[in-house]
């Protein structure tokens, strides 16, 4: 019904724009305006600069811009920000060098509003896609205070847009059509609408996408052309109530379905799929990924403090399949190579109730508690085929997480400059696994994480911040039989400031950080010889410690009300400082090795030009190049030499518009040199996406 609803808006709507007078083109809003920034990111309402923690911003108009769509398209426009990417839905973020690929959680959790899409086992999340958003906010660091367990490197929170209560039926409808080189077209429709329901104070915004197509990789010894195609679609549905000026409440529900004939985006040089020695990969099924979620959120106004309650369910079941092919670079000069078929099953309910000052006395504070309770159940059945020989093998591991945690952070401002603040979670995580055999592995692990900070004006626009924060993440299972390996804990030192000068046209975020990062599981292949030293065993190992230093900022100038241009950059330098080993054990890395998955430099370029293509059409032109250093991964059992290296990758891309009236058109090219990089160092195993090729589109929109 959206669909329809929409088409017929979009086509019974062109005949007029010839009819009609031509309207009086919207002034540029003044720099001060422009400039502003208004975040949620410690869970209240303020302005950017004056958090006190490293982050990025991005409106819904500029991930449009940069052709962001996915997590995987952000990593290139926040530095510092990167991923082990296999597929769509398929991956697990890292940011500032906080970064392995093991572990029971994941690194940087991931909210959309007030529903946590991060669920157990560090790789699930919810493939959120860039539907109606109205911003994005990157939270750099340890976040645990406020966001709990799967913070310990940052957060990433996608804000969708709110059904307005003061407008009528209001919405958009776009169109996309795309084609890639050497590849599919990608043909997209999206669009949201808001109805209102009681005037004034109940209003429902409906938002969805349909997509097919997109693929470039092909697999000629099976006859499949554009095998990562992508047919997916993505509802989502948000009701805001607010019946007076002391009680709202937003119910948000959604469903996500994708298939893929591959789902994986590894790929050689030539974009084809990895050629195996065996005969048995034709038999490998397609990917089926499907989510569900539901929120609850009411607030109420107790004069003193405002009263949140957020309750979230989240289902996620994916079919998938993970190959592996042993390249000169492993070391291996025999037939060493698998698939993995995956049946993977994972459900998470929480619970947060918490209360934040309201007005702007000199005390601000927000208090609570959270409950999660998550489950995943994955079932593997694979074959090796070893050195001419054929193993099949069967894989599982259904584990639990029930835990609850008590927050707090509390401000105080002691002049009309100064303020010093404190915030701490107490943290408390019952895990549990269960493999093949029916063998129960437990533990619970605790942590009390404190945070500390400051920031003082040195006028109204601009600030000096300092934050000291602990992070944590819980301890996990190997196989039964084999020993757990602990929590891993960094604790991160930042000092920064943020402002805005030369009357409000330049706005800019700099930062230095420090962090110590104990008992770090590397890319986890840990060699452990029995006492007949006649067997090795491969487990996930706590291996030492790890210190990572950095810098980072961004900058945004308005040249002119209708001219901007924009700046970020990170430069991130880690190394593992200390190896713990026992008697008769080595490990796979040693001192002085970097981060894995951490480019030492990366930076993003952007500029935007708005001007008139006539009396009554509104346009604008965007350009925008982002560069990123090779990244490496780390690991002496599987690779030779033990440290392997992505490619640099630098992107550029374009788009231009026009608008009249309530349509819109715009052109847009990306990745216009057409670069062809590998993005992740296990190529070697032939594990490796490469930036997607050129793609040329054309988006019409039209608003009602």
């Known amino acids: 019904m959206l669909w329809g609803a929409s088409l017929i808006a979009l086509i ?19 720099a001060d305006e422009t400039t502003e920034v208004i975040v949620t990111a ?73 529903l946590p899409v991060t669920m157990t086992g560090g790789y699930r999340q919810l493939d959120l896609r860039m539907l109606d958003i109205e911003r994005i906010e990157v939270l750099k660091g340890p976040q645990g205070t406020l ?22 039926f209001t919405g958009e409808v776009k169109a996309d059509y795309s084609v890639i080189k050497d590849g599919d077209s990608n043909p997209k429709l999206s669009g949201a609408v808001t109805v209102p329901l009681i005037k004034g104070k109940m209003a429902l915004r409906l938002a969805g996408q349909i997509e097919e197509g997109g693929g470039w990789i092909d697999q000629p010894g099976l006859g499949i052309e554009d095998g990562n195609n992508q047919d997916l679609y ?29 789902g994986l985006a590894y790929e050689n040089e030539d974009r084809t799929r990895p050629t195996p020695l065996s005969d048995d990969y034709d038999l490998l099924p397609p990917r089926h990924d499907h989510a569900w979620f539901y929120n609850l959120t009411a607030n109420y106004d107790l004069g003193f403090g405002r009263l949140t309650s957020s309750t979230s369910y989240s289902r996620l079941n994916r079919d998938y399949t993970l190959t592996y092919i042993a390249g000169p670079g492993t070391g291996f000069t025999f037939q060493n190579e698998g698939f993995d078929g995956n049946s993977d099953r994972a459900k998470q309910f929480t619970q947060e109730v918490r209360l934040s000052s309201s007005g702007e006395g000199p005390w601000q504070y927000t208090v609570g508690a959270f409950y999660r309770d998550a489950e995943g159940n994955l079932d593997d059945a694979g ?76 006028d109204k626009r601009l600030n000096v911040y300092g934050n000291i924060a602990k992070g944590f993440r819980s301890g996990g299972f190997n196989a039964a039989g084999l020993p757990d390996y602990d929590p891993e804990k960094i604790l991160n030192y930042e000092l920064g400031t943020k402002g805005q000068v030369a009357e409000g046209r330049v706005r ?28 090795v065993v491969s487990l996930t190992r706590n291996v030492g410690e790890m210190e990572i230093k950095g810098l980072e900022g961004s900058v945004d100038w308005w040249i002119s009300p209708d001219w901007s241009v924009s700046a970020t950059a990170a430069y991130t330098d880690s190394e593992v400082t200390k190896v713990n080993v026992g008697s008769g054990e080595s490990a796979g890395v040693e001192v002085g090795d970097p981060s894995d998955y951490t480019p030492k430099l990366s930076y993003s370029l952007a500029t935007d030009y708005e001007f008139n293509w006539s009396a009554n059409v509104e346009g604008f032109v965007h350009a925008d190049y982002s560069w990123r250093d ?35 058109v715009e052109l847009y090219a990306n990745n216009i040199t057409d670069e062809n990089k590998t993005l992740d160092p296990y190529w070697v195993w032939q594990q490796s996406s490469r930036s997607k090729p050129r793609t040329i589109g054309i988006t019409l929109s039209h608003s009602f």
């Open 234 to 262: 993505n509802l989502r549905a948000k009701l805001y109530y607010k019946p007076n000026d002391v009680f709202d409440l937003t119910a948000t529900a959604g469903i996500y379905e994708m298939e893929s004939e591959f």
């Open 147 to 168: 966001y709990g367990q799967g913070a310990m490197a940052g957060t990433i929170r996608y804000v969708t847009k709110t059904p307005s209560l003061t407008g009528g």
């Open 383 to 458: 074959i090796s085929y070893y050195a001419g020989g054929t193993y099949p093998f069967t894989y599982r591991k259904y584990d639990t997480s029930e835990s609850i945690s008590l927050f707090g952070d509390m401000s105080y401002k002691f002049t009309d400059k100064l303020t010093v603040g404190a915030g701490v979670r107490t943290f408390r995580d019952k895990a549990t696994a269960v493999g093949l055999a029916g063998i129960v592995q437990s533990e619970t692990f605790k942590s009390t994480d404190p945070r500390v900070y400051f920031t003082y004006a040195l």
């Open 630 to 664: 090779k990244i490496s991964a780390t690991d002496g059992s599987v690779l030779v030499p033990r440290t392997q290296w992505s490619e640099s990758v630098g992107l550029l891309n374009a788009r231009v518009g026009a608008k009249w009236s309530s349509l819109a």
């Open 12 to 30: 019974s709507g062109l005949p007029a724009y010839a009819q009609e007078a031509a309207p009086v083109l919207a002034q540029p809003a003044a």
């Open 508 to 535: 800019f975020d700099l930062a230095a950080f420090f962090s110590q990062y104990d008992d770090a599981l590397r890319t986890g292949q840990f060699f452990n010889f029995d006492e007949n030293g006649g067997s």
């Open 42 to 114: 410690q869970k209240r309402r303020q302005r950017a600069i004056d958090v006190p923690i490293g982050m990025n911003v991005l409106s819904g108009e500029a991930l449009e811009k940069r052709a962001i769509d996915t997590v995987n398209d952000l990593q290139f426009s926040i530095p510092g920000l990167t991923l082990r990417y296999d597929g769509p839905g398929s991956s697990q973020i890292f940011m500032r060098g906080v970064s392995n690929i093991r572990g029971s959680d994941a690194q940087v959790s991931i909210y959309m509003d007030d």
